[in-house]
């Protein structure tokens, strides 16, 4: 099998694309670099940004909840904390959908129906388990109950980053290898 560069010529735009002769587009290395001026952390960001741009609008929310028409005291950002796994776990589930929506008709099969309704299922259920031990933390966070609200809480945050994970790579569990 060879690539798709060895076998279409590429033609130069002046946005900073490649362009081959088959219609396909392809960044430049100079836009991924960028201008000597620029901080590689800046260009990574920007590369990134389909990950970037909801993680800040997650963060966003949560500074909001705390401090837009109130302020806030250190157990207000307390249970604000305790219940972030439920938002993470929310955006697992929104990514996944996302990115199984934008998946081309093409590479969907019966098979690839049953691994999307096991996802679907499977990270409804996350979310439903992420907000049954972010309330058991806040509840022992009231109750003054440390350990559990340790215990709950550092679970509901390990079960949401999981899931986060996973969800990102959710196109590589439903779309079937072609051999």
């Known amino acids: 099998m060879h690539s798709l560069r060895s076998s279409h010529k590429m033609v130069g735009t002046r946005d900073g694309f490649t362009r081959s002769d088959a219609g396909h587009v392809v960044m430049n290395a100079e836009r991924l670099r960028g201008p000597p001026s620029v901080p590689s952390v800046v260009i990574a960001a920007i590369n990134a940004i389909e990950f970037v741009l909801p993680a800040a609008l997650l963060i966003l929310k949560f500074c909001m909840k705390l401090w837009i028409d109130k302020s806030a005291n250190w157990v207000d950002f307390l249970r604000a904390l305790l219940a972030f796994p439920i938002d993470v776990a929310f955006l697992a589930l929104s990514f996944g959908s996302a990115l199984i929506y934008g998946l081309p008709a093409g590479v969907l099969n019966s098979g ?27 509840d022992a966070f009231v109750n003054k109950r440390h350990f559990k609200m340790l215990v709950c809480g550092s679970a509901a945050l390990f079960c949401s980053v999981v899931t986060l994970l996973y969800s990102l790579n959710v196109t590589e569990f439903v779309v079937e290898k072609v051999q």
Not at 112 to 138: E, G, N
Request: charged letters at 15%; one cysteine or more.
């Open 112 to 138: 690839s129906l049953k691994k999307i309704l096991t996802y679907v299922v499977l990270a409804v259920t996350v979310c439903a388990a992420v907000t049954f031990c972010c309330r058991q933390a806040d």
